[in-house]
C-alpha cells in the first residue's frame, strides 16, 4: 500500500470518528415547551369576568428539583379602582400530569406599578419548585390562579381544558417508576412541600444532566477515533523505518 493511500485512509478514520461524536452529541434530549393560550373565567367580588392570556412555563434544574417560572403574556380579570404599588398578590397552581401527579405552588410579587382602574391585571411572573417522585416525562400545565388584592380574592379557573406548556424527562430519586403518589411542590419562599411520599431525596437527574453525559460520551468516542488513527499513523512510519 502506497504512502498516499496510506493518508487517505487516515483522513478517513479521523472523519468517520468526528461524525461519530457529533452524531452523539446532536442526540442529547431537550425540553419540550410550549405557549399556551389559556382561557381564564374570573369570579371577582362584583362579578363574573373572562381573559385569555398565552401562558409559558420554562423549568430550570435546581438542586434535586426544577424551578419552574410561570408567564403571562397578557393581563386578566380587572378591578373598579385603581390598585396601587404593591397593592396586588398573585399566586397560582400548576398542574403536573404524565408520568408523575400533583400539583406545584408558585407564588410571585407583588405589582410594582399602579394599576389602572378597569385595566387587564398584568400578572408578574410565578415560580415554584418541583421534585420529582416519578420517573418519565412529566407535563405541567397551568391551573386555578389567585388574585388579592384590597382585601379582596379574585378566582381564575382555565375553562378551555389547556394542554401542557412544558413537558420534561425527569428521573425521581432511586432511578425507577417506583412508589409514591404524588409530585411536590413548593412556594418560592416558603420551601413547604405537598404529596404523600416522604424520606431523604438524593440527587436527581434531567434533561440538563443527559445532555452533559452525552456530550461527555461525544468527546470520548471523538477522542479515541483520534488516538487511533495517531497510533496507525506512527506504526506505518515505524514499519517504513
Given at each position: 500500500m502506497s504512502y498516499r493511500t496510506y493518508q487517505k485512509r487516515t483522513?478517513?478514520?479521523a472523519c468517520a470518528a468526528a461524525l461519530a461524536g457529533s452524531a452523539v452529541l446532536m442526540a442529547a434530549p431537550a425540553a419540550q415547551a410550549d405557549v399556551v393560550d389559556v382561557n381564564y373565567q374570573c369570579k371577582t367580588p362584583i362579578g363574573d369576568k373572562s381573559a385569555v392570556s398565552p401562558i409559558d412555563i420554562k423549568g430550570v434544574r435546581s438542586g434535586s428539583g426544577y424551578k419552574l417560572t410561570m408567564s403571562w403574556q397578557k393581563g386578566v380579570s380587572s378591578s373598579p379602582v385603581e390598585l396601587g404599588k404593591g397593592a396586588m398578590t398573585p399566586s397560582a397552581v400548576i398542574k403536573v400530569g404524565g408520568a408523575d401527579s400533583g400539583t406545584v405552588a408558585v407564588t410571585g410579587a407583588a405589582n410594582a406599578a399602579a394599576i389602572p382602574a378597569?385595566?387587564?391585571?398584568?400578572i408578574s411572573d410565578?415560580?415554584?419548585?418541583?421534585?420529582?417522585?416519578?420517573?418519565?416525562?412529566v407535563t405541567f400545565t397551568a391551573g386555578v390562579l389567585t388574585i388579592k388584592a384590597l382585601g379582596t380574592t379574585?378566582?381564575?379557573?382555565?375553562?378551555?381544558?389547556?394542554?401542557?406548556s412544558l413537558t420534561l424527562d425527569v428521573k425521581a430519586a432511586?432511578?425507577?417508576?417506583?412508589?409514591?403518589?404524588?409530585?411536590?411542590?413548593?412556594?418560592?419562599?416558603?420551601?413547604?412541600?405537598?404529596?404523600?411520599?416522604?424520606?431523604?431525596?438524593?440527587?436527581?437527574t434531567g434533561p440538563a444532566d443527559s445532555?452533559?453525559?452525552?456530550?461527555?460520551?461525544?468527546?470520548?468516542?471523538?477522542?479515541?477515533g483520534a488516538a487511533g488513527v495517531l497510533w496507525l499513523t506512527r506504526r506505518h512510519q515505524a514499519v517504513r523505518r
Amino acid at each position: 500500500m502506497s504512502y498516499r493511500t496510506y493518508q487517505k485512509r487516515t483522513a478517513a478514520l479521523a472523519c468517520a470518528a468526528a461524525l461519530a461524536g457529533s452524531a452523539v452529541l446532536m442526540a442529547a434530549p431537550a425540553a419540550q415547551a410550549d405557549v399556551v393560550d389559556v382561557n381564564y373565567q374570573c369570579k371577582t367580588p362584583i362579578g363574573d369576568k373572562s381573559a385569555v392570556s398565552p401562558i409559558d412555563i420554562k423549568g430550570v434544574r435546581s438542586g434535586s428539583g426544577y424551578k419552574l417560572t410561570m408567564s403571562w403574556q397578557k393581563g386578566v380579570s380587572s378591578s373598579p379602582v385603581e390598585l396601587g404599588k404593591g397593592a396586588m398578590t398573585p399566586s397560582a397552581v400548576i398542574k403536573v400530569g404524565g408520568a408523575d401527579s400533583g400539583t406545584v405552588a408558585v407564588t410571585g410579587a407583588a405589582n410594582a406599578a399602579a394599576i389602572p382602574a378597569n385595566t387587564p391585571i398584568k400578572i408578574s411572573d410565578l415560580s415554584g419548585t418541583y421534585t420529582p417522585k416519578k420517573s418519565g416525562k412529566v407535563t405541567f400545565t397551568a391551573g386555578v390562579l389567585t388574585i388579592k388584592a384590597l382585601g379582596t380574592t379574585t378566582t381564575c379557573s382555565p375553562s378551555n381544558s389547556p394542554k401542557p406548556s412544558l413537558t420534561l424527562d425527569v428521573k425521581a430519586a432511586g432511578g425507577s417508576a417506583g412508589s409514591g403518589s404524588g409530585s411536590s411542590g413548593s412556594s418560592g419562599s416558603s420551601g413547604s412541600q405537598s404529596g404523600s411520599d416522604s424520606g431523604g431525596q438524593l440527587p436527581q437527574t434531567g434533561p440538563a444532566d443527559s445532555a452533559i453525559a452525552l456530550g461527555t460520551l461525544g468527546g470520548t468516542v471523538l477522542l479515541a477515533g483520534a488516538a487511533g488513527v495517531l497510533w496507525l499513523t506512527r506504526r506505518h512510519q515505524a514499519v517504513r523505518r
